[in-house]
């Protein structure tokens, strides 16, 4: 939350919550009242006790003292309104330096992905995974290449996870141009990602999420030249290996049928575990492997976090030091006096 930020003297200042700033008036309307109604009071007193009298009956209390004590009531609680606002006064200024290394996620989008031996499909469950990845990240920056029949980046290295969040929700095999489950070229297309915005020493990561079933044959050679470069590979197996049909939908979603081969027999994906193990290992890096609906996505963060980090960002930053105790305390004397001052002078309070 940025408050409401102003300039005071050259100072910068800002106010967390500002609705307490609204709330502050109503302080000094208590008081007046309550300053009011110490005075009629006192008026209507001296109109029904004789002067002789008077001292004796109001023990010392008089108009001056109630009223001091309703101002001192009103002015305590305003400037304690002014301390839960929250007033933070910034004049330093710090570099900000974040530091994290390069990943960039190959998300398998042929319709072998479609399969729902993982509810709700392949596909789906990679994406929420994905998803909820980016929230375990800090400081990392995260790119997107998407595969079928090819490769291609569907979003570059960046930092913003919110942005990247909407291009995993638009990955669609319907919206690939050529079927089929090319992961050497998904491999070095994210070689060439990672290559052309590095930044320093920062390590760099592939995350490659599939079923394994490589239909190029140069997947191994494309993952010995990520590793090479010094290029990590996490490869996600996705589904069974004992086999599973390929929905076809229909226009509301609803399965229609099953994808069939020439000879009219029901095409089963086996999700090639043995070839992703290989695959990652060749590339320095580690096979993930879930059980049940989980695929085994988030098993990369402790990896990732043994990886060399690197300096991604540096910017001025103002930093706001926090001076709700300027007010916080004076208010706290003037309630005590406030409350001190009784219906009467300490000194001339009579016991009862």
């Known amino acids: 939350m940025t408050g409401l930020q102003f300039t005071v003297l050259g100072m910068r200042m800002r106010i967390v919550q500002p609705l307490w700033l609204w709330l502050a008036p109503l302080a000094l309307a208590l008081g007046a009242a309550s300053a009011v109604r110490a005075f009629r009071r006192q008026r209507q007193v001296s109109l029904l006790v004789s002067s002789s009298r008077r001292e004796q009956v109001l023990r010392g209390a008089g108009t001056g003292q109630g009223v001091l004590r309703s101002w001192l009531f009103g002015v305590g609680l305003l400037l304690l309104f002014f301390a839960a606002a929250g007033p933070q006064c910034g004049e330093r200024t710090e570099i900000v330096k974040r530091a994290g290394i390069d990943l960039v996620i190959a998300l398998d989008a042929s319709t072998s992905m479609l399969a729902r031996d993982v509810k709700p499909s ?77 930044r320093g020493n920062a390590a760099k990561a592939v995350l490659l999420i599939t079923d394994g079933e490589d ?46 081969d020439k000879e009219g027999k029901t095409v089963l994906t086996r999700t090639d575990v043995a070839g992703l193990r290989e695959l990652s290992s060749r590339g320095n890096g580690k096979l993930l492997r879930g059980q049940g609906t989980d695929l085994g996505i988030f098993d990369i963060v402790p990896e990732l976090d043994k990886l060399q980090k690197g300096d991604l960002e540096s910017r001025l930053s103002v930093q706001y030091d926090d001076r709700y105790g300027w007010f916080a305390w004076p208010a706290f004397l003037l309630l005590c006096c406030a409350a001190a001052l009784g219906e009467g002078p300490l000194w001339r309070r009579s016991a009862q």
């Open 215 to 260: 239909q190029q044959g140069d997947a191994l050679q494309a993952a010995t030249d990520l590793g090479e470069a010094g290029i990590r590979i996490y490869a996600a197996a996705v589904g069974s290996e004992a086999g599973e049909p390929i929905p076809l939908t229909d226009k509301d979603g609803k399965i229609a049928g099953y994808k069939k």
């Open 122 to 198: 392949r596909l789906e469950r990679a994406k929420a995974e994905v998803s909820a990845l980016l929230d375990r990240l800090k400081g990392d920056r995260v790119g997107l290449v998407v595969f079928a029949g090819e490769a291609f980046a569907q979003c570059p290295l960046t930092t913003d996870y919110s942005a990247a969040r909407l291009f995993l929700r638009a990955v669609d095999p319907a919206n690939m141009p050529q079927q089929g489950t090319a992961i050497a070229s998904a491999l070095l297309e994210a070689k060439r990602v990672l290559e052309g915005g590095g």
